[in-house]
């Protein structure tokens, strides 16, 4: 059978995916807040459970939020994850696609780089020199030497890489039930609803959320766009009142050395809270899957130019609120706003959209992962809908919702 022949001219200007999602940034970059915001309705209630916070306990936690985001969401994600895109797409499988094609080892075709790959602007044939005088070369070349001859370290990553997607897809399980449900609250906060009720409205509100799959990232991006921008705009007003009414100093939690305290007064139990404070950055994983969905300046621009002020101001502001109130810590969120009952019920609902929104962000990111994992060999063959016509990497896979909805209803 004769080889395929590549040509450069289909890959016209050579932007390929990257270029087709640039087009759609000014529309799409906005939905991408949908997921940043969503945790701090259930952060640090979950956190303090076992215990009424001190004054120092709630600088202390303040800390750790501040410079847990800051270091894992900005500084690991934002600025050096992004950058390793496997020709626009992102995600666990796609840096594997990436260290497999450098080093030689792809195993769809025993290491041979595709003749259209080598026609990609992303692809280089370059991969270290033994006897460069560059100390990141000889790494390089030493460490493509190692996974090209030795199977145990291919083995070894792969099942690394299978460890990791499972987890993020684990999370796309448990984001929708969480979100939902914390939202959902917040009727019993100012009504008398049993917890039954509140378990039931979740549950009709995250199988809406699964049917609504089949119309696509874009369309639904356009829909959630206002619903978060709205939300975001509702924490900020929340913060901005109980900094200025409860403490105003509470800038002062952003230091380092309270996140010390927190840890030197509470020992074991400090450390077993950390599970509730690591909630401020769930999801975000799945920032650099959606790098098939949204481009590298869309995410960067939606969170660092809005979510994470906003952010950080959010859980300022909760944290001011809870130096006069630690005994109401079980219902932060809900019980901190401010301005009667209509706002309240304001909040209450553009809450629960976003915590739909959120859920959906992570949906879609387990579809990215799925089609890499199908594609690379790592997956059972599945039906691939593309819903799309101007982005490939906008999917939907009916049978990867039909499991999640039997997993998140088992659970």
């Known amino acids: 059978m004769a080889e395929a022949t590549f040509s450069s001219d289909r890959w016209v200007r050579d932007a390929d995916l990257e270029g087709q999602k640039d087009k759609q940034t000014k529309q799409r970059y906005w939905s991408h807040l949908r997921r940043r915001g969503n945790q701090s309705s259930v952060c640090v209630s979950s956190t303090f459970t076992r215990n009424t916070p001190t004054n120092t306990d709630v600088l202390g936690a303040m800390s750790i939020i501040f410079w847990t985001i800051t270091l894992v969401v900005v500084v690991k994600y934002m600025l050096i994850v992004l950058l390793a895109d496997d020709n626009g797409e992102g995600g666990t499988f796609a840096l594997y696609a990436l260290i497999c094609r450098h080093a030689?080892?792809?195993?769809?075709?025993?290491?041979?780089?595709?003749?259209s790959d080598v026609t990609l602007s992303h692809y280089s044939r370059h991969s270290g020199d033994k006897d460069s005088k560059s100390l990141s070369r000889r790494i390089s070349f030493r460490m493509k030497q190692y996974l090209a001859t030795r199977a145990g370290a291919q083995v070894s990553l792969l099942c690394l890489v299978l460890f990791m997607t499972s987890m993020v897809l684990g999370d796309g399980v448990l984001t929708p039930a969480q979100s939902v449900l914390g939202a959902v609250y917040g009727l019993q906060v100012k009504t008398s609803v049993?917890?039954?009720?509140?378990?039931?409205?979740?549950?009709?509100?995250?199988?809406?959320?699964?049917?609504?799959?089949?119309?696509?990232?874009?369309?639904?991006?356009?829909?959630?766009?206002?619903?978060?921008?709205?939300?975001?705009?509702?924490?900020?007003?929340?913060?901005?009142?109980?900094?200025?009414?409860?403490?105003?100093?509470?800038?002062?939690?952003?230091?380092p050395h309270y996140a010390y305290y927190y840890f030197r007064d509470n020992r074991h139990l400090g450390w077993v809270q950390c599970s509730g404070l690591f909630l401020a950055i769930t999801g975000t994983e799945a920032t650099y899957a959606d790098l098939g969905h949204f481009s590298r300046s869309a995410i960067r621009l939606s969170f660092l130019g809005i979510a994470y002020p906003v952010l950080i101001l959010t859980y300022l502001g909760q944290a001011a609120w809870l130096t006069q109130f630690p005994d109401q810590v079980s219902s932060t969120f809900y019980?901190?706003?401010?301005?009667?009952?209509?706002?309240?019920?304001?909040?209450?609902?553009?809450a629960t959209a976003a915590a739909c929104v959120a859920s959906q962000a992570m949906i879609s990111a387990a579809f990215s992962i799925v089609k890499q994992s199908i594609t690379l060999g790592c997956f059972p063959q599945l039906t691939i809908h593309h819903v799309s016509k101007k982005v490939i990497s906008e999917l939907y896979l009916l049978r990867v919702v039909g499991f999640f909805n039997l997993l998140w209803w088992w659970k």
């Open 104 to 115: 030689g080892m792809r195993p769809a075709n025993n290491g041979a780089p595709d003749a």
């Open 194 to 255: 049993s917890q039954g009720v509140v378990v039931g409205i979740a549950c009709a509100i995250v199988v809406m959320i699964f049917m609504i799959q089949s119309f696509g990232t874009g369309r639904i991006g356009v829909l959630f766009a206002p619903i978060v921008l709205i939300y975001f705009l509702c924490n900020l007003i929340i913060a901005i009142t109980n900094m200025t009414r409860y403490n105003p100093r509470i800038f002062k939690a952003l230091s």
């Open 335 to 350: 019980a901190s706003i401010p301005y009667g009952d209509g706002f309240y019920w304001f909040v209450f609902v553009f």
